[in-house]
């Protein structure tokens, strides 16, 4: 038995859960969110408190407990608390700017880089370098926050490009000048 499954998931204040068949539907101040339940797992909204269990005729339910508790826990405190992401540009000249929806980065490249933040997700610029990444669904965010870092990921040498903020880039020793004789 997981012991991450067998745990309640407390709802906020706000919140409503609907539930169809297996689609559960999450809502709440900050959006809303729907999650296809796999086969074998069951949720049942009980007061202010959401159960997972599992069905013991299907194997791979029990695999997949704690993992579906988690999503409905993360989708629970997306929409009612939202999520937050991030990132720093390291480097001389190195910015970035909002323009609507969509962030506006010069990385060292000949050109500056458009990347159009998907619905759901907010951003905002401070200070020209660092981005803060806003939304209720924590893995559309986290993987936004990747595709950002991607387009200039930090070198080792100098630990310039996109980081995530408090991110420990291990850097590298550069060239050795040639040695006397």
């Known amino acids: 038995m997981s012991r991450v499954g067998k745990t309640p998931i407390k709802v906020a204040s706000g919140v409503k859960i609907d539930i ?3 689609l559960l539907k999450v809502e709440g101040p900050k959006g809303k969110l729907s999650f296809d339940l796999p086969k074998g ?3 049942k909204v009980e007061g202010a408190e959401i159960k997972v269990t599992r069905n013991e005729g299907v194997a791979a339910a029990g ?6 508790r988690t999503q409905i826990h993360n989708m629970v405190t997306g929409v009612s608390t939202g999520f937050t992401r991030e990132l720093d540009i390291v480097g001389v000249g190195y ?3 909002m323009k609507g929806n969509v962030l506006s980065m010069t990385v060292g490249y000949s050109h500056p880089v458009d990347f159009k933040l998907p619905e759901g997700i907010q951003g905002k610029v401070d200070a020209n370098t660092h981005v803060v990444l806003t939304g209720a669904d924590k893995q559309l965010l986290g993987l936004t926050a990747d595709k950002i870092r991607g387009v200039k990921p930090p070198e080792p040498y100098q630990g310039k490009g996109i980081r995530y903020t408090n991110e420990h880039i291990i850097r590298k020793a550069g060239k050795a000048a040639a040695g006397a004789k």
């Open 20 to 22: 169809k068949g297996q």
């Open 41 to 43: 797992i069951t949720v």
């Open 63 to 68: 695999a997949l407990q704690g993992v579906v």
């Open 95 to 97: 910015r970035a700017a």
